[in-house]
């Protein structure tokens, strides 16, 4: 496990790691390219280059994947940050937690983002 960096997200410092395959036992178990957790302000984004799934693409499609998982996993910190991790009427179900939503938000973050820079409303 590789120290990436660490970034403030809402005033609390998160440490990013890249992890090869089989470093991370959860990760392992559950088939999951990125995780962030609450209680250590981690988030972990595993290394593509070193799974057998991944490893025959290119290094850009690898790094590309990787950063639409990076923006997933600093989104689910963002939220957790808000409070809003569990900000529904059903917790196990919460909207905050849900994984589309996340999605959706880190895949259009980047085109949202470019309309703000056109629209000169970044601030």
């Known amino acids: ?3 990436f960096r660490k970034v403030d997200i809402l005033g609390t410092r ?3 790691y890249r992890v090869a395959s089989g470093e991370n036992e959860y990760m392992e178990k559950l088939h999951y390219g ?3 957790t ?3 302000h981690r988030i972990y984004i ?3 280059s070193t799974t057998e799934e991944w490893g025959g693409e290119t290094e850009e499609v690898r790094k590309s994947m990787e950063a639409c998982t ?3 996993e600093v989104i689910h910190a963002f939220l957790n940050e808000s409070g809003l991790q569990w900000n529904s009427f ?3 179900n919460a909207w905050a937690k849900n994984e589309e939503m996340v999605d959706w938000i880190a895949i259009q973050a980047p085109k949202i983002f470019k309309v703000y820079q056109e629209l000169g409303c970044v601030g």
């Open 14 to 16: 998160y440490s990013v």
């Open 38 to 40: 609450t209680i250590d």
């Open 90 to 92: 059903a917790p196990e």
């Open 34 to 36: 990125g995780l962030c």
């Open 46 to 48: 595993l290394d593509l």
């Open 70 to 72: 990076l923006r997933h």
């Open 1 to 3: 496990m590789k120290l």
